[in-house]
Structure formats: structure tokens, C-alpha cells
């Protein structure tokens, strides 16, 4: 499986994504500059956590006028994988790759600590090795994963079994719009996610229930 | 030209940050403060002259980049 981390001014967990990709795919990803227009030849991207542009205007609102955006929207009609994790997830939504937007959190604080998630969704190439409804934790660390979108698109993505992930019940850090941890495009090969998978991979960093999403990706993709 | 640009949270939509502010209002002593609702104001000089051309390129510019429409709705102003 080949892939490429893209790297946008102010990402900071581009290093995060590509050495948790080294060590589950045995190859080493792409780094690809967001200035770039076209991606080299590859099975998944990954769109890192991080503050790119600063969040200036709004998260992700920069990134996703960038050049490379338009190569990304090309693979991803073509039913390639895209993985976009914390302000990669903000970028796939301003981008309009995924629905709805994530707003202040609700409390209006950075939370950063391990969350309980609830995998809700299988059928997907990130999803596939969990089990439905199986309980995983994975860091969050972000000041804008508050979820929102109307009930119209809410229904939509509940009906078509796009969510993909949900905190547990009570442990939902920043009132998005019915638990909503992470959803998936219709064609099911993009997933956006505010949690981060790609720290939760060694033992060294404190846990390893990120790891079956590399392997789905691995098994579906090479 | 100039214009200026409001771009505001939608009815409906929460805003934790305009919470804050009526709190802290309320905090200072202010009374009867209601709801406060927050947002950003955008100046942009513009080169062009007619005032209807300018009006949809500031149209397209908001639909495109300076408001989320998922989230925001937006006002422009236009000063000679």
C-alpha cells in the first residue's frame, strides 16, 4: 500500500501520521507539500492533525483552497482513500469531501486527552477489522471538533451508515451533534475524524487501538 | 471601492462564544443583556467600480472562502 501524508504549513502531527504508516504498512509515505499539484502515485491519502494557516478565518478553510486540494478531489472521485484526522477532518469539510462542520467546541476549551469511542459503522476499508460497537480510546486534542450539520444531512448520514465513530455515551468532548466522532463520504472511502488513530499505535505511546485502522487500510489497499 | 464584509453564525446554530460574552456582560454588572450573538466584520478593497459587478464578485467570494454556508450566512455593505 502507497500513500502520502500531505504537509500544510502549521501541521504538526504530518510526522505522527507518516511513522505510524511507516511502522503498519512497512512503506514509507509520501510527504507531499500542499503547494504541490499532483499527487505521486498512491492507494490512501492521510490529511495530518495540526493549526494549518493557523486557523486564520476558519480550521481547515485555508488548507482547503490549496493547490493540492484539487489532485486530492481527483483521487478521491476515483475511489481512492482519503484519511483526514483532527484539522484534517476540518479541511475534508471545508473542502466539501464530507458534510456538516466543525465548530468551537462547546465549552470553549482545548481538550486534549484520551476520549472512549464507539466504532458504529464496519463497512468501510478504515473500520473493517473492529468490531460493530466495539469500544476503542483514542487521544482527542483540538478546539473545534464540535460537529454540526442540519438534521436533514444528520438523518442522511445515520440512515446510510456514515458514521463511522462515536464517543461513548457521556464522554462526548465538545458537544458535537449526536456523538459524532467521525464520518464517511458516500462512496465510503473517505473518512474524517477528530480523535487521532495515528498515536495510538505503539504501546510506548500509551495504547494500541489504532492500529486495526492501519491494518484495514493495508489488507483493503495493497 | 470598498466593501465590508459580516459574516455571522446562522439562526438556530449555537454559539458558545456570544454565551460567553452575555455572561461575562452580565458578570460586569450590565443589566438586561439578552442573547449576544458574535461574528467577524471583513474589509476589502476593491478595484472595481461598478457597484453590481462588485456586489457578485463580494457574492462569490463569500460562498466560496469568507463564510461556511453550513454554519454562517453573510451581509454585504458597499461604501463609495
Known amino acids: 500500500m502507497k500513500s502520502a501524508v500531505i504537509v500544510f504549513p502549521a501541521s504538526n502531527c504530518d510526522r505522527d501520521a507518516a511513522t505510524a504508516l511507516k511502522q503498519l504498512t512497512g512503506q514509507t509515505p509520501h510527504m507531499v507539500w500542499h503547494r504541490d499539484s499532483e499527487l505521486p502515485q498512491v492507494d490512501l491519502v492521510v490529511l495530518p492533525g ?137 462512496k465510503r472511502n473517505v473518512l474524517g475524524l477528530m480523535p487521532h488513530p495515528e498515536r495510538v499505535v505503539d504501546p510506548l505511546l500509551g495504547g494500541t487501538d489504532g492500529i486495526k485502522l492501519f491494518q484495514g487500510l493495508l489488507e483493503t489497499l495493497s | 471601492m470598498k466593501a465590508r464584509v459580516f459574516v455571522t453564525l446562522k439562526n438556530g446554530v449555537l454559539d458558545p462564544q456570544g454565551k460567553a460574552i452575555a455572561n461575562a456582560l452580565h458578570g460586569l454588572g450590565f443589566a438586561g443583556v439578552g442573547d449576544v450573538r458574535q461574528g467577524k466584520v471583513i474589509d476589502i478593497e476593491l478595484a472595481e467600480r461598478d457597484e453590481a459587478r462588485a456586489r457578485a464578485t463580494l457574492k462569490e467570494m463569500c460562498e466560496k472562502l469568507l463564510a461556511n454556508t453550513v454554519i454562517e450566512k453573510y451581509e454585504i455593505e458597499l461604501q463609495a
Open chain 1, 50 to 186: 495540526g493549526f494549518s494557516y493557523g486557523d486564520y478565518l476558519r480550521c481547515g478553510a485555508m488548507a482547503s483552497q490549496s493547490a493540492i486540494m484539487r489532485a486530492i478531489k481527483a483521487h478521491a472521485d476515483r475511489g481512492g482513500a482519503v484519511l483526514g484526522i483532527c484539522n484534517g477532518f476540518q479541511v475534508l469539510t471545508e473542502a466539501h469531501l464530507l458534510p456538516g462542520a466543525l465548530m468551537r467546541n462547546a465549552n470553549l476549551q482545548f481538550v486534549c486527552r484520551p476520549v472512549a469511542l464507539e466504532v458504529n459503522e464496519t463497512q468501510s476499508a478504515f473500520t473493517r477489522k473492529y468490531e460493530h460497537g466495539q469500544r476503542v480510546v483514542f487521544p482527542v486534542a483540538h478546539g473545534d471538533g464540535n460537529y454540526f450539520a442540519d438534521d436533514e444531512t444528520l438523518n442522511r448520514l445515520e440512515g446510510e451508515g456514515r458514521v463511522a465513530l462515536r464517543y461513548a455515551p457521556g464522554q462526548n468532548p465538545n458537544g458535537s451533534a449526536r456523538d459524532i466522532a467521525g464520518i464517511l463520504n458516500q
